[in-house]
């Protein structure tokens, strides 16, 4: 076994996902099958390889920054319109500060 | 007159020798996709109000005796994890069903500004994970010319909507082969542009460093135009290329005399349904237009599929993080505590293979396990790049195929994500390389199932795509 319920259950807590019992199981099922696949990327020496954090990158180190000149922004309404609970101009959420 | 097949071309002529308006055009191709959805299911929205707005503005500039930009008046389909302004973008999922965007994706404005008039929204797997479109919450797209069959994904409703012709063109999105699968399911032509070359700005994000955007078209012009219109540096994605935009057009003389094209021998095992016979006559068909054929080897392929679906979830379980019902998705109800109102929101909100996804990429860079699987993926990735590197000092081009096998039937990968996984083995080793590749239509089966062929360029290869494409066409490539 590659992964044990008890493991998908704390990854899903640390990815804030909640599933169900049922959904637990096949997890494990279906991830214990393809961890087992990954494993054959063990079968490589990569030692020395560099890691390939940047894909393709052609221009000079600091082209990508602009000029730090103030732009009109996106309205506040607008980057508000989809919220799915909303008040005063805030985000609303559960309450996360007790009395 | 008949407006249906018009490409990109005939539509400018018609347009200004005002034998057709863009409202007429807007107006067929509008009534065309509410039909065909019917059997495809490949529309979430067909964008009246915006279609209709764009399409007068086109008349309106050709009355003034204006220039009304290279695309003016052609109909087009953008698929749905591109921002649209004004015009719902749900990314095929319950979590987005009734976002709006306040913005268009840079590709988008710039095919609008180009007069290009923007039809629908077209279904996908959700937040685009997945190699056949069942994973979209809105139903599974069928294929048009087998409907019992997926039309590959995730721009699944992308590929079919071009198929079926009620659009012109369509974007699409690649990260793993999403734009060329399709495309060779459905019979279309896609490209996956180099890394960088159009601004992913407004491209819901799911694996940064993989994730690009491309054209379906009903051939390879079309197709070069679209990319023409929408290629080139955009200071809203800092990841968009300065390299210039060549004219594209200027390269398709139907000549592809003398180009070394390579032939890797790991993308020729394993070929099913026909696709091999297909194979064969492509290879024949590029050696009578004078391409000099070589088999050549790129060596680290059986290593690509657990490089890239380590790269792609954990980039992705970044990401999907963002989806947490407070700024604009949907909120999962009676939940007490913040963390509960998370958890519901993303354990009912998503399906079930960003869950998995959403998992796996989370496990491989969870404290222990870093090393062992996204360091050295990562490290594999640089194998596999250099083996494109090496191949590139000896041929102009690849031919491969662009999956192992033609469209299968709806259900038949479902309930074995590996087996779903393993299907992208031809597309995904390009993506991490970042290199361009296309789907050019090959043929059918027997069964009558469309067959693509896969040519991959060198990074900013992209004219020498469309030459080999356009003269593998023109030689009747598509009639196989």
Known sequence: ?99 | METGKLSIGGIQEALRARRVSARELAREAMRAAREQNAASNAWLLVAEERAMRAAEAVDAALERGEEPGPLAGVPLAVKDNIATRGVRTTCGSRLLEHFVPPYDATAVARLAQAGAVVIGKTNCDEFAMGSSNENSAFGPVRNPAAPERVPGGSSGGSAAAVAQGAVVAALGSDTGGSIRQPASFCGVVGLSPTYGRVSRYGLVAFASSLDRIGPLARNVRDAARILQAMAGRDERDSTSAFAPVPDYEAVMTGEARGLRVGVPREYFEGLAGGTAEQMEKAKTLLASLGCDLREISLPHTPYAIPCYYIVCTAEASSNLARYDGVRYTWRATQAETLKEMYERTRGQGFGAECKRRIMLGTYVLSAGYYDAYYLKAQQVRTLITRDFLAAFEQVDVIAAPVSPFPAFRLGEKLDDPLQMYLSDIFTITASLAGLPAMSVPCGQTGEGLPVGLQLIGPHFGEPVLFRLAEAFERAGGAEL
């Open chain 1, 1 to 99: 076994m590659k992964i044990t319920e008890q493991e998908v259950r704390y990854v899903a807590a640390l990815a804030h996902l909640e599933l169900s019992a049922e959904e637990v199981q096949r997890m494990t099922h279906d991830l214990d099958g393809i961890l087992a696949h990954m494993d054959k990327l063990r079968e490589l020496d990569t030692s020395g390889v560099p890691p390939m954090a940047q894909v393709l990158y052609p221009g000079a180190e600091n082209s990508t920054l602009r000029e730090d000149e103030p732009r009109e922004p996106l309205a506040h309404e607008e980057a508000m319109a989809n919220a799915p609970a909303a008040g005063a101009g805030c985000f609303k959420v559960p309450r996360v500060i007790e009395r």
